[in-house]
């Protein structure tokens, strides 16, 4: 890595030093540094100015990006100063991932100030409480697709092909979705009663016992009464 090199270069130049441990401490050192004065940033001032604007988007995005951001940048500054005084595949392997992961709760932490700010922002201005109730679901449906997203790209970084366990996740998902009709029937009927829009929370309904109750929650396998 060129840029690496780069790097180096200057800070041997300006402190005089030679010795490559020491270099990649100081390396670690200024990314940790880095880090916290921008931590800093985001709690003592973006997150104050936020509080006086009119929207709350700005408040949720410091809120929910300043971590990861600030442990994206320490691993990022680790794999600096690793690489510098060992190349080992494994180790840098396992640095790398560590990065993705944080990477990917990035972007999973932006799709959710998207959902929460604008989503329920839509959701009030409906008439209906079907998107109210959906939207709590697509933010579950969209962490499992990030960390499906993370788990094939740190499976890619260590060269491991995923295609046979492909062909094993389908024929299990044949075998497991044939023990599970009944749940899956539930999960679908949960869907069609939330469409629907039949009933609502706070609702009264009789059973068929006779008894007479309130709708407490509608979720996607049971309601409860």
């Given at each position: 890595?060129e840029y690496l090199d780069i790097i180096f270069?200057?800070?041997?130049?300006?402190?005089?030093?030679?010795?490559?441990?020491?270099?990649?401490?100081?390396?670690?050192?200024?990314?940790?540094?880095?880090?916290?004065?921008?931590?800093?940033?985001?709690?003592?001032?973006?997150?104050?100015?936020?509080?006086?604007?009119?929207?709350?988007?700005?408040?949720?995005?410091?809120?929910k990006t300043k971590m990861p951001i600030f442990?994206?940048?320490n691993s990022y500054g680790f794999k600096l100063?690793?690489?510098?005084?060992?190349?080992?595949?494994?180790?840098?392997?396992?640095?790398?991932?560590?990065?993705?992961?944080?990477?990917?709760?990035?972007?999973?932490?932006?799709?959710?100030?998207?959902?929460?700010?604008?989503?329920?922002?839509?959701?009030?201005?409906?008439?209906?409480?079907?998107?109210?109730?959906?939207?709590?679901?697509?933010?579950?449906?969209?962490?499992?697709?990030?960390?499906?997203?993370?788990?094939?790209?740190?499976?890619?970084?260590?060269?491991?092909?995923?295609?046979?366990?492909?062909?094993?996740?389908?024929?299990?998902?044949?075998?497991?979705?044939?023990?599970?009709?009944?749940?899956?029937?539930?999960?679908?009927?949960?869907?069609?009663?939330?469409?629907?829009?039949?009933?609502?929370?706070?609702?009264?309904?009789?059973?068929?016992?006779?008894?007479?109750?309130?709708?407490?929650?509608?979720?996607?396998?049971?309601?409860?009464?």
């Amino acid at each position: 890595m060129e840029y690496l090199d780069i790097i180096f270069d200057v800070i041997g130049n300006s402190f005089g030093i030679s010795n490559l441990y020491l270099q990649s401490l100081i390396v670690l050192v200024l990314f940790i540094v880095v880090a916290r004065i921008l931590l800093f940033v985001f709690s003592q001032y973006l997150q104050v100015m936020a509080k006086k604007t009119k929207t709350n988007f700005d408040d949720i995005l410091f809120d929910k990006t300043k971590m990861p951001i600030f442990y994206l940048i320490n691993s990022y500054g680790f794999k600096l100063a690793l690489a510098n005084v060992y190349q080992g595949i494994v180790a840098n392997n396992v640095v790398n991932s560590i990065i993705v992961v944080f990477f990917v709760l990035l972007l999973s932490r932006l799709l959710d100030v998207i959902i929460i700010t604008w989503g329920e922002s839509f959701a009030k201005k409906t008439k209906t409480k079907i998107d109210e109730v959906l939207l709590p679901l697509f933010q579950k449906a969209s962490k499992v697709v990030f960390v499906i997203v993370a788990t094939m790209w740190i499976l890619d970084i260590f060269k491991i092909d995923i295609g046979p366990y492909l062909a094993g996740v389908g024929i299990s998902g044949i075998v497991l979705g044939l023990a599970l009709q009944d749940s899956l029937k539930n999960v679908l009927g949960g869907v069609s009663l939330i469409l629907d829009g039949a009933f609502h929370v706070g609702d009264k309904i009789k059973i068929e016992s006779g008894d007479i109750g309130k709708i407490l929650d509608i979720g996607l396998r049971s309601t409860k009464v």
